[in-house]
């Protein structure tokens, strides 16, 4: 592997610096005590520019090279999940129900590294804007960074990601041209009848059948109303309703997740729930109250950036360990808006095959942090060629 042997040189601090981040997360906007950890080794690497507050605790720093040229953003997300973990290692979690089960604290750790050295060589032109972001898991950090104008006030003209891989081999890379990650939607249907004793159903308007009849009519959504060459997962996670066997209820309440690719598919969907939802209550006699989130919108590499990002990560770990066609999958990724704002990439990188995301055992693996950091920094170096 063609790690860059500055970046190889304190491989050491890497592990240190992530490890003390595991053993902090935070969650969501409120990831201060990371972001201040970022800052003080920005500012130990001697950046140009520390810009802080930006969706409450996230940073963007710059750092310029040798003349004039382009301005390329690299992303790593900050924030952790809301579970307790497992893994038994000396630098677990020291915060009760909160750990980095997502690889995150491996993330802001590699682009840690490629800030170091970037500042240290400034073989380039241009400048590095290094995107330090909250709220990935929870309320769209990149969203808001966007909004807020990240963009347009630091005149990012290209924008690149990484996200560690558990189910890829150790420095593997992996990516495609076009959609990578689904869009995510959300939905709750609250239904509302009368409630009454078990023994007497008809003095009361049960909500439960209408409930069942509307679950098993939005499983025929992706077969019977979606082009069945499109990618579409509905999936009807909660299902609550009553508290005793001879208690009718009067409330039912259905949630669940939708996930897909294509534009008009993620609207066709919404259309057919809030006709099904409308209809079977109608049948039933009852009262439905729909409420549809769209999220995170889907992930869409940009062709000639995910190219150029493939060619410099076989630079970094060879041709045969590079995969330019994997499948996309229906998880979701927030970066989806910064895609949406400018071209750019999403790549993953393998780290072992173990304990998947969001797992209570999931630890990200140290050995790879410093070949993130070097396509990182060699993103930059040759996007920005002296």
């Not at 809301?82 to 980095?100: C, F, L, N």
């Not at 990935?136 to 347009?152: F, K, N, Q, W, Y």
């Not at 630091?154 to 558990?166: K, N, R, S």
């Not at 309440?253 to 008009?264: C, E, H, K």
Request: net charge negative; glycine share 10%; with cysteine.
């Amino acid at each position: 592997m063609a790690i860059i042997n500055r970046i190889g040189d304190y491989a050491e601090d890497l592990k240190t610096w992530r490890r003390h981040l595991h053993m902090h997360p935070e969650l969501s906007l409120d990831c201060f005590e990371t972001a201040a950890f970022v800052v003080a080794r920005l500012k130990e690497f001697g950046v140009d520019e520390i810009h802080e507050g930006i969706a409450q605790s996230g940073v963007v720093a710059l750092i310029h090279g040798r003349g004039n040229g382009p301005v390329t953003g690299l992303r790593a997300d900050m924030d952790a999940l809301p579970m307790q973990e497992t893994t038994g290692v000396e630098y677990a979690s020291t915060i009760p129900g909160k750990m980095h089960a997502c690889g995150h604290d491996g993330h802001t750790t590699m682009l840690l590294g490629a800030a170091r050295y970037l500042a240290e060589t400034r073989n380039f032109k241009g400048t590095v804007a290094l995107i330090f972001q909250p709220a990935e898991e929870t309320v769209g950090g990149a969203r808001i960074m966007v909004e807020e104008g990240i963009m347009d006030r630091f005149g990012i003209e290209e924008v690149y990601a990484l996200h560690t891989d558990p189910f890829g081999e150790a420095g593997v890379f992996n990516t495609c041209s076009g959609p990578i990650m689904a869009a995510v939607d959300d939905f709750e249907i609250t239904i509302t009848g009368k409630g009454g004793h078990g023994a007497f159903p008809h003095t009361t308007l049960d909500p439960v059948p209408c409930g069942l009849a509307i679950g098993q009519a939005l499983q025929t959504i992706p077969s019977r109303n979606a082009d069945p060459r499109l990618p579409l997962v509905v999936s009807l996670t909660i299902i609550q309703a009553g508290s005793a066997t001879n208690v009718i209820p009067e409330t039912m309440r259905l949630a669940g997740t939708v996930r897909s690719f294509d534009p008009g598919l993620r609207d066709m969907v919404e259309r057919r729930f809030a006709e099904i939802v409308a209809g079977q209550a109608a049948s039933y006699g009852v009262k439905a109250r729909l409420d549809y989130i769209r999220n995170y919108p889907a992930t869409i590499n940009h062709a000639a950036q995910t190219d150029f990002a493939v060619r410099v990560a076989k630079e970094v770990v060879s041709e045969a360990r590079v995969i330019d066609d994997r499948h996309p999958e229906m998880g979701a990724e927030d970066f989806s808006y910064m895609l949406e704002a400018r071209p750019g990439s999403y790549l993953m990188l393998g780290q072992g095959i173990g304990p998947s995301c969001h797992h209570p055992a999931f630890d990200f693996n140290d050995d790879v942090a410093p070949i993130g950091a070097s396509f990182f920094a060699r993103l930059i170096e040759t996007r920005h060629g002296v």
